[in-house]
């Protein structure tokens, strides 16, 4: 039987095509889907990987079996298939493994309205029927077995985001966008059409094997060639999006990076332009800009965990109209709570857009400290290492310590957050200080405790 332990993480199934899993395994989770959700009807889709079409096909094949009919739309970004979801009120699964190398693949689901299944709220059962049926047979089919139809969402999907970000009356912009070879090379040209954009596409070709780049722009490196093409071109604007499309990274008109917290605060305050009063949510590494700007416009900032299903718990939850992660990762009310880049891509057009100045004043409002960024340590026993550093800061007069997701400390002039990797044997720690000699202070401190 295979190992489900090593492909069914906390928030999705990944792993290696075929190592860890195949098709006939897929099929078997089309089925538990189909089980957990007690759904009659339910829609998938897929990114350009080679195994994807193979995969999605035979988890249609799974559901069908007990009898539920099953939407297939093909080809989609990743907040496309959130978007079906929605849209057709149907349960969805997406094959996916986002920015991970070509020969993995994975599974995100959802149900209806595209509400988050993880480890808790359905994942497990549907694991634990694929273990009993990988040993003991397929399950008993249906007396009629469920429809696969194909249904293209594309224009729907373009023009729901276009609905809800006015992009009529702007100034033209020349934009730069770095699709990876992923599903932005799928949906930006149909989203940006007849828009006042000057596009300059780069790697829109869908290949799944990434010929010229990692499909992760969170590292540094894969942005190299969307900076190099905004400075020889003296484009207002790069976009970068990952494998699967559902998260977006800005560079201003320099080629130089915007960070993703400065980005949640610039989307948050034109949200509460638009719904006063509005609750914004962000996780506890986005920088202290956020909750400032949300309470200077009149909103009301929750701090959660890192990871899309707090955040999309504590969007239903409080009713709150957005969300940011500092991984890039932003959530919407008007999409059904689901994380949409392409949707926060639209916003920053907008903004910048609707000004004269360039995008790196527009953002200087919202990016007022200095920051580590994201380092990563690979260590043999995370739990000592938090303890260790924890005991070095719970006596430090002025600090104050906090356990919401691994282990924060604020003192009025810097904070830093220090959690361990749920997959791998890793701590991350982000820093934040009024000025940049200080965080690389505290930087050097936290660190010469974590790799003692």
């Not at 201003?252 to 009063?277: F, M, N, Q």
């Not at 914004?280 to 590494?285: D, M, R």
């Not at 500092?326 to 008007?334: G, Q, V």
């Amino acid at each position: 039987m295979p190992d489900l332990s090593q492909i069914v993480k906390a928030y999705d199934v990944r792993g290696v095509v075929p190592d860890q899993w195949d098709e006939s395994l897929a099929e078997l989770f089309g089925a538990a889907f189909a089980r957990v959700t007690d759904a009659d009807a339910i829609v998938v889709g897929h990114d350009m990987r080679p195994s994807s079409p193979g995969l999605a096909r035979a988890f249609a094949r799974g559901a069908a079996s007990l009898g539920v009919d099953v939407t297939e739309i093909g080809l989609c970004s990743t907040d496309q298939l959130y978007f079906a979801s929605g849209y057709l009120n149907l349960p969805g699964a997406m094959f996916t493994a986002s920015h991970n190398p070509a020969r993995y693949n994975g599974i995100k689901m959802c149900r209806a309205g595209a509400a988050p299944i993880g480890q808790d709220s359905g994942l497990g059962e549907i694991r634990a029927l694929v273990e009993g049926w990988a040993d003991s047979g397929a399950p008993e089919p249906a007396a009629e077995a469920g429809t696969i139809t194909q249904r293209d969402v594309l224009d729907d999907y373009a023009a729901h985001l276009r609905s809800l970000v006015d992009l009529t009356a702007i100034r033209p912009l020349k934009v730069v966008v770095d699709a990876g070879n992923g599903m932005g090379g799928h949906t930006v040209p149909t989203v940006f059409e007849g828009l006042p954009l000057e596009l300059d596409a780069l790697f829109f070709e869908l290949d799944g094997t990434f010929p010229n780049h990692e499909a992760n722009p969170l590292d540094p490196k894969n942005i190299v060639d969307l900076q190099a093409r905004v400075r020889e071109t003296g484009a207002d604007i790069g976009l970068a999006f990952d494998g699967d499309a559902d998260r977006c990274f800005v560079v201003d008109g320099r080629g130089e990076p915007v960070s993703p917290s400065a980005i949640t605060a610039l989307v948050a305050s034109r949200e509460l332009a638009k719904h006063p009063g509005g609750t914004v949510i962000h996780n506890c590494i986005t920088s202290w800009s956020v909750p400032e700007v949300v309470k200077e416009n009149g909103g009301t900032p929750v701090r959660t965990r890192v990871g899309h299903s707090f955040i999309k718990a504590e969007m239903a939850r409080s009713g709150a109209i957005f969300g940011g992660e500092h991984s890039a990762h932003y959530y919407f009310r008007d999409f059904w709570n689901a994380d949409t880049g392409m949707l926060a891509a639209l916003h920053v057009l907008a903004a910048l857009g609707g000004q004269k100045g360039p995008l790196s004043d527009l953002v200087a409002q919202y990016d007022r400290y200095a920051a580590s960024g994201e380092i990563n340590s690979t260590v043999d026993d995370q739990a000592g290492r938090m303890e260790a550093v924890k005991a070095a800061y719970e006596r430090r007069e002025g600090a104050e310590l906090d356990e919401l997701d691994g282990l924060t400390v604020t003192t009025p002039n810097w904070w830093f957050n220090l959690r361990p990797s749920n997959t791998e044997p890793l701590l991350r720690l982000n820093v934040e200080a009024r000025d940049q000699e200080t965080a690389a202070e505290v930087r050097d401190e936290v660190l010469s405790i974590v790799r003692a």
